[in-house]
């Protein structure tokens, strides 16, 4: 069983070499005591927050940090080999935290959701279809509290999240624009996902006079997945009782000290509502977003662009890779295609 091993605890920008790969043998069969499951992994996800979980915290947060010397974890989508389990049989294909090894013990198997829909990619369910495609759907509409015709602006507009909120958000009739890091991504934003209009983040000089651009009249909604200095950019720019879902940080998540945000006050003086969400507490809505999404998937009014790493040896280059970048729409790595 081939796994991928955090090293230590990481400091900065995490680095392939803070992983290492570690083979071991495995029963494929489940003891008659257990009440577990195994799984096959298939896709595996590599999401903004697990850079949380390489820290050692001093405090409690909503993740548990990393066990360094053991697999690295993360949303994946899998297939049960064997199942002592009565919730799930053999054959069942779940999406879930599993390990990023080849075959995952699952011991006690309560976060799994069954795959019904299999008409559409497998993949689908590291993203659109899983948990950053909830994220999108929760942060925009329970959080977002969108109305037709509202302006909106995205940051990491290419990314799992941020492509479909743009394309929720034309869904809804709203003006919508986004900010990537690179002229592929803005190209993509514009041409694939329907944004009425896209920037390179990198290429402004003065994020302030690029959104007053696109935004004369102000921002209504923000969906935040970056921070920092492009947070107080749109602080600057929004508009009475906009609302910020506040998704993300990630130009926050590999510095030791964070960037300090100076103009909070425009959050009273617009009366601003900023609310920070977490997707697990919204998968109560997971079947009511499946029933939404999957038919606009399968009439090709909602896209959705993927990265995809190849075996099992690429994830830990995927993963950092989207620290920095790299990756062009959702980032996944393919462990087994069956
Ligand atoms: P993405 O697929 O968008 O990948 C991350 C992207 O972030 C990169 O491709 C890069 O795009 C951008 N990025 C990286 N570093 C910086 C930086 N320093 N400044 C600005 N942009 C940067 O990731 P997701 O769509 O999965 O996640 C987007 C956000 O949503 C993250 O902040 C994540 O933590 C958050 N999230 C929150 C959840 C919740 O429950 N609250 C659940 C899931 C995600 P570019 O080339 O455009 O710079």
């Known amino acids: 069983n081939k796994q991928v091993i955090l090293k230590d605890y990481v400091v900065g920008f995490p680095k392939e070499s803070d992983m290492e ?3 071991s043998k495995i029963n494929l069969k489940l003891p008659e005591d257990s009440n577990g499951i195994l ?3 298939l896709y595996l996800s590599c999401d903004p927050y697990m850079r949380s979980r390489m820290t050692k915290h001093d405090r409690p947060t909503y993740v548990e940090s990393f066990v360094p010397g053991s697999p690295i974890m993360g949303y994946g989508v899998s297939k049960v080999l064997d199942s002592r389990h009565p919730d799930y049989k053999v054959g069942d294909v779940v999406w879930g935290i599993t390990g990023w090894e080849e075959y995952s013990l699952i011991s006690s198997p309560q976060f799994f959701f069954k795959i019904e829909h299999t008409d559409v990619p497998l993949s689908y369910y590291t993203g659109i279809l899983g948990m950053p495609g909830m994220t999108a759907y929760a942060g925009f509409y329970e959080v977002g509290s969108p109305k037709k015709g509202d302006r909106v602006f995205v940051s990491a507009a290419s990314g799992a999240v941020g492509q479909l909120v743009g394309q929720l ?5 709203c003006y919508v624009v986004g900010s990537a890091g690179s002229k592929e991504k803005v190209d993509l934003l514009k041409n694939k996902f329907g944004f009425d209009e896209a920037f390179n983040y990198k290429e402004e000089k003065d994020l302030d006079a690029a959104l007053r651009r696109y ?3 102000g921002i209504d909604i923000y969906f935040e997945n970056v921070g920092g200095k492009m947070l ?3 602080l600057s720019n929004m508009r009475l009782h906009g609302r910020i879902p506040t998704c993300g940080m990630i130009s926050q998540y590999n510095l030791e000290q964070p960037e300090g945000v100076h103009n909070l006050f425009e959050i009273i003086a617009k ?3 900023m609310e920070g969400f977490i997707v697990f507490d919204y998968y109560h809505l997971y079947p009511k977003y499946l029933e939404m999404i999957l038919p606009h998937i399968r009439e090709g009014k909602v896209s959705y662009v993927e990265d995809v790493a190849e075996g099992l040896e690429s994830a830990p280059a995927a993963l950092i890779g989207i620290y920095s970048g790299r990756n062009v729409g959702k980032q996944l790595v393919v462990v087994s295609r069956d």
């Not at 958000?169 to 009739?173: E, F, I, Q, R, V």
């Open 21 to 23: 790969f570690k083979t």
């Open 39 to 41: 799984l096959k992994n």
């Open 169 to 173: 958000a034309k869904l809804n009739g």
């Open 215 to 217: 935004f004369p009249e």
């Open 232 to 234: 107080e950019a749109v």
């Open 271 to 273: 009366r601003i509502r």
